[in-house]
């Protein structure tokens, strides 16, 4: 149960976390979002809510997704197939913030202002992290940078690894093993 400061009850939730103060409290169909020194904001009749990480959540509702900020705003709206959260284990740069969505199947990326900055090309792909990210394409996997540019070519099959140590990422490929800038390791 989640109670207000005067002590009255905001009803009984399955599951509540907090994020930089916030709390987001969820049941079988509602969300609360207690932001701090700011107004509650309620989702209604959601179908799911992923985590809050950096500062951010994926929000799924009437089949669609979208992303809602830790002060409530809806700042992607539900309108894509598909989309994903940043990934709570690795580190983000401030150019990282462009959130992964997905239209008919294939992945890109859109920022703050959902304007859509990688075209919606890839098979797969994951959050950037220092600017980097794997991303599959025509069933190989590769790596890219925030301005879509190729820094290790997709080849090999679209089979990976991923190992976060300390919030940054090593990615293993069919072509080799690459550190957190996409530098190739021995």
């Known amino acids: 149960m989640l109670l207000t400061e005067k002590n009255q009850s905001e009803g009984i939730f399955k599951r509540i976390e907090s994020f930089n103060n916030t709390v987001i409290a969820v049941n079988d169909i509602d969300v609360l979002i207690l932001p701090p020194n700011s107004k509650q904001v309620w989702f209604r009749n959601i179908d799911e809510i992923s985590g809050m990480f950096n500062g951010y959540a994926v929000i799924k509702i009437n089949d669609k997704y979208g992303i809602i900020d830790q002060y409530g705003k809806l700042v992607i709206p539900t309108v894509y197939d598909d989309a994903k959260p940043f990934d709570d284990m690795a580190e983000h740069t401030a150019e990282d913030l462009l ?20 075209p919606f090309e890839y098979g797969d792909v994951l959050p950037f992290s220092y600017g980097i990210t794997r991303a599959e394409k025509e069933g190989d996997s590769g790596l890219i940078n925030v301005k879509n540019q190729i820094l290790v070519p997709f080849k090999g099959g679209c ?28």
Not at 159 to 176: A, I
């Open 159 to 186: 089979g990976y690894g991923l190992f976060t140590n300390s919030g940054k990422r090593t990615y293993y490929l069919s072509s080799g093993k690459y550190n957190y800038l996409g530098a190739k390791e021995k």
């Open 99 to 118: 959130f992964p969505v997905n239209v008919e199947g294939y992945w890109g990326f859109v920022d703050i202002n959902n304007e859509t900055i990688i």
